[in-house]
């Protein structure tokens, strides 16, 4: 049985949820997010949390729905962050806005 799945998506303060038969919806202040579900797999949202129940021939893609839904559960409430670290000599990075300028230090 798969580890991931049996454990239970906590939806954090301002996320809501939608849950049918095909897609799971999350909605928060970052925006709205959705994953559609697959055969065998059903998502049930209970108080403040979603639980992943699925047939044991489906246990891989319950851990990967369960997966999305944490992850998205994080994407609309928090959003994603990326950092970049550059290690090394001959490279200049200079952030011009939104953008990443990379360009030979020489």
Known sequence: MS???KQP??????VTATITAEAGTLKGAKGAL???LKGGVKVVQGDKQLEVEYNVDNRMQAGATRAH???M???VSKGYERKLELVGV???AAMAGKDLELSLGY
């Not at 998506?9 to 301002?14: F, K």
């Open 69 to 71: 839904l944490a992850n």
């Open 3 to 5: 580890r991931v799945a």
């Open 90 to 92: 001959g490279y200049r």
């Open 34 to 36: 959705s994953v559609s």
């Open 73 to 75: 559960a994080t994407g």
């Open 9 to 14: 998506v906590v939806l954090p303060q301002g």
